[in-house]
């Protein structure tokens, strides 16, 4: 974005959001649908790229609440020696859930095979960060150890 409401520097620093092409760049995710309303969906930050392909897994996790066991869902990238990172699942679900059963639901749903979990583990509720967030980065350390 740009313009006169933004911020020209951070607080306590010398700098500021601005990057030489003059936007100030966020980090969000977002479209305009065709009302001209704005949609954010995600971070750039949280964007998995596997074998060089952008995987949102904003995406995969609406995918993944359609299943009616499952509650809530949050994926993350796992570091991957070949494919750079993969998508992991955690899900809270009302009964166990397997990949088997994810992979049902990915192909029904017509997601990109490459956007599939390699693994789905499932917890009793997702980590939330201070402001009530699913604190995504707990996840992934969380998937370095399983």
């Known amino acids: 974005m740009r313009g006169d409401l933004v911020q020209g520097r951070y607080w306590g620093e010398e700098s500021g959001p601005y990057s030489p092409d003059g936007w100030a760049h966020m980090g969000d995710l977002g479209f305009v649908d065709e009302s001209g309303f704005l949609h954010v969906v995600g971070r750039v930050k949280d964007i998995i790229i596997r074998g060089g392909s952008n995987i949102n897994p ?11 066991e499952v509650i809530d869902a949050c994926v993350v990238g796992r570091p991957h020696p070949e494919l750079g990172e993969v998508p992991v699942a955690f899900v809270v ?5 397997s ?7 990915m192909r029904e749903q017509g997601l990109a095979h490459y956007k599939w979990p390699v693994a789905v583990h499932r917890v009793e509720e997702l980590p939330l960060s201070g402001p009530g967030k699913v604190n995504r980065k707990a996840l992934q350390e969380h998937a370095l150890a399983l």
């Open 99 to 105: 990949k088997a059963i994810v992979d049902r639901l």
């Open 58 to 68: 904003y995406e995969v996790e609406s995918m993944l609440r359609l299943h009616p």
């Open 93 to 97: 679900a009302r009964s166990d859930i």
